[in-house]
């Protein structure tokens, strides 16, 4: 962190106070999803190409964010207001980028694993930890999602504030960048499917879906046996044994 240090801000939740702009920024509620960025990445130019084109006087919040200046208090309100709105979507829209690092997704690694983001709501996949995703890069066209390694389908965040977010804040790329980078962490996927039934009798439209999708899954077997491609539970991404 820069060495000027600013005012004392206090956050959204009211709670406690803090000296720098990110910790600010990552301690109001609803910004659960965000790591902290390193300094040295928002303040390399080249991290910042294109970002232009989404706010203006990106020297003024690139300082602000790095704590190398503060607010001019004899501003208005309104400019304050436009000044803060401004840095906090420049730090988001850094931030998609910063999440595909090394560094950045090593620390989304840590809040992969505390359940930050939370987990998947399907009873079958026994609450495996979701990764945030975004369905378009660019901002201010669709809000961000939660994708499931396990089902690898998609679900909407639980929370209202979290459900605001954009989702270019996360990009499209995240959970695969991520799910490549650390292997190890691709769950089993689980093969039980629920089969809605009366009095233990499976109910025929249903059981014939059913029986439409267990097709589908052994002809992926069959296509991933003919490539030479592992898949048993002894891989990651495998399928799981029946139960």
């Known amino acids: 962190m820069s060495s000027m240090v600013p005012q004392h801000q206090i956050s959204d939740s009211g709670s406690e106070y803090t000296e720098y702009w990110i910790d600010w920024f990552l301690g109001c509620r609803g910004n659960e999803y965000f790591c902290d960025i390193d300094v040295e990445y928002i303040t390399d130019r080249f991290n ?17 964010i790095t704590d190398k200046t503060t607010m001019d208090e004899n501003q208005s309100e309104a400019t304050k207001n436009k ?11 850094v931030h998609s980028r910063y999440i595909i ?13 505390n359940g930050d983001f939370g987990y998947c709501p399907r ?5 495996t930890p979701l990764l945030p995703i975004g ?16 089902c690898e389908d998609l679900y909407n965040p639980k929370s209202s504030r979290h459900a605001a977010i954009d ?11 991520f799910l490549q980078t650390y292997p190890e962490l691709i769950p089993l996927h689980n093969v039980e499917i629920y089969t809605p039934k009366i009095f233990g009798f499976h109910i025929h439209d249903y059981a014939k879906m059913t029986r439409w999708r267990l097709l589908q899954k052994e002809k992926l077997k069959k296509e991933l046996d003919e490539k030479s491609i592992e898949h048993s539970r002894s891989v990651p991404g495998g399928f799981a044994s029946p139960t």
């Open 167 to 177: 989702g270019a804040f996360f990009g499209t790329s995240f959970p695969s960048m």
């Open 123 to 127: 009873v079958h996949c026994k609450l």
């Open 101 to 113: 690092t090394l560094r950045g997704l090593n620390k989304m690694l840590d809040k992969y694993r």
């Open 48 to 64: 910042l190409t294109g970002l232009n084109q989404y706010v203006d006087k990106m020297s003024i919040l690139v300082d602000l």
């Open 135 to 150: 369905l378009s890069d660019t901002p201010r066209v669709a809000s961000v999602k939660l994708y499931c390694p396990n």
């Open 83 to 93: 000044l803060e709105d401004n840095a906090k979507f420049l730090y988001a829209l």
